[in-house]
């Protein structure tokens, strides 16, 4: 195997846990120093720190779906998807370094939601946004982090030739 490859492999695989392992020290954090449904304004009331268990996925999707239901669009599928895309990238010999920063964002929050779907049957979720008429829901870091890599991709597939990606 080439040392590149290694290299690049390596690279990989330190990306996607600095994302785990910020989501998941940032969500111990929050369980530990911040009670359930607590409102602590950090700047003015425009930055929010909380606490909610999310039972599903994004906005609480799914949230009342039958247990074995959860456990298969919620648990199983992502893990299989992040599964393939982390296999798929580390297997690519060369990849657009934006490009690989972006999926080991998505590959790295995923994960990290699913760990905690999996360990705690819901997602820690804390921060929240609120400027003018402009409000998030409440998220969590592997939201940003997925959020981030998203974005990276479409900004990538917008403004680059086709042949780059």
Do not use: W
């Amino acid at each position: 195997m080439k040392k590149g490859l290694v290299r690049y492999r390596i690279y990989t695989v330190l990306l996607v846990f600095l994302n785990i392992g910020c989501d998941q020290i940032t969500k111990e954090a929050v369980r530990q120093n911040v009670a359930e449904q607590d409102y602590i304004q950090i700047i003015d009331h425009h930055f929010i720190l909380t606490n909610v268990e999310n039972t599903g996925a994004m906005l609480g999707f799914g949230q009342d779906f039958p247990p074995i239901l959860k456990i298969l669009l919620l648990q199983g599928l992502p893990l299989a998807l992040l599964l393939i895309l982390l296999y798929r990238t580390l297997t690519k010999s060369h990849m657009d370094s934006i490009l690989l920063l972006a999926f080991t964002f998505v590959i790295g929050g995923g994960i990290g939601n699913l760990i905690d779907r999996i360990l705690y049957g819901s997602v820690t979720d804390f921060f929240q946004i609120r400027l003018g008429f402009f409000k998030t829901g409440i998220f969590n870091m592997a939201d940003v982090a997925v959020t981030i890599g998203i974005m990276l991709i479409l900004l990538l597939s917008l403004f680059r030739k086709k042949n780059s990606i």
